[in-house]
């Protein structure tokens, strides 16, 4: 059973505009979420986290807002720039180390 | 430092044929995780170490998959017999430690299996 969920398969927006990229979590007890960004060919890689004791974090042109009582994380970059386009993993985490994975969100920004 | 080194990047095999899959993690990185990527289940833990010692295989979905870690510099993950619906991306990943909140991943082992 998927304790992380991305609901939007793909998403596609006009270079220079905000993408807006969503994440829901079943499991209360997770502490930590990070989002973490996959080019074609390529491991993911780390882009940025935010505890549970906080409701943002940014860093540059990224964003990551949660909301502990709906249970949902965001992703908010602004603005967008094709380098940005790739698939982006939602993850979250409570106790040790063992991390829980959305399905994905494929992000396409278009020139 | 490099980074997480996988061996192969691509494998093809057929039905029934022996898998083995190859991870170095990052030298100093106590934990090493296992994952498989699939459309319908996204990015899927299937076994991580501490330590060398297996943690949670949990993951594992049958005992066709086995994996070890016989020393900290190198794991295996093996499919036995292995079947189409094993076809995916397996990815390795390591981490400083149990409390460290990042995980660095290898670029990946494409999996087809005919």
């Known amino acids: 059973d998927q304790q992380v969920k991305q609901n939007s398969p793909s998403l596609s927006v006009q270079e220079g505009r905000i993408s807006i990229l969503n994440c829901d979590y079943t499991n209360s007890m997770f502490d930590y979420f990070l989002w973490y960004k996959k080019y074609p060919a390529e491991g993911p890689t780390f882009l940025i986290s935010?505890?549970?004791?906080?409701d943002k974090n940014e860093d540059g042109r990224f964003t990551v807002f949660l909301n502990k009582s709906a249970k949902h994380l965001s992703l908010h970059i602004v603005p967008s720039q094709p380098g940005d386009s790739a698939v982006y993993f939602c993850a979250a985490k409570y106790t040790g180390n063992q991390f829980y994975f959305g399905t994905g969100t494929s992000l396409t920004v278009i020139p | 430092d490099a980074g997480v080194i996988q061996s192969p990047r691509h494998e093809v095999t057929e039905m029934g044929q022996e898998v083995t899959l190859r991870c170095k993690p990052i030298?100093?990185?106590?934990?090493l995780f296992w994952y498989r990527q699939t459309m319908m289940r996204g990015l899927e833990l299937l076994i991580y170490?501490?330590?060398?010692?297996?943690?949670?295989d949990s993951g594992m979905p049958e005992d066709r998959f086995s994996a070890k870690m016989p020393n900290a510099s190198f794991s295996t993950l093996k499919i036995q017999p292995s079947e189409p619906r094993d076809s995916a991306v397996y990815f390795c990943a390591s981490s400083p430690g149990q409390t460290y909140n990042e995980q660095f991943f290898g670029p990946g082992t494409r999996l087809t299996v005919l």
């Open positions: 935010i505890s549970s004791i906080k």
């Open positions: 030298s100093g990185h106590n934990s």
């Open positions: 170490f501490n330590n060398n010692v297996p943690i949670d």
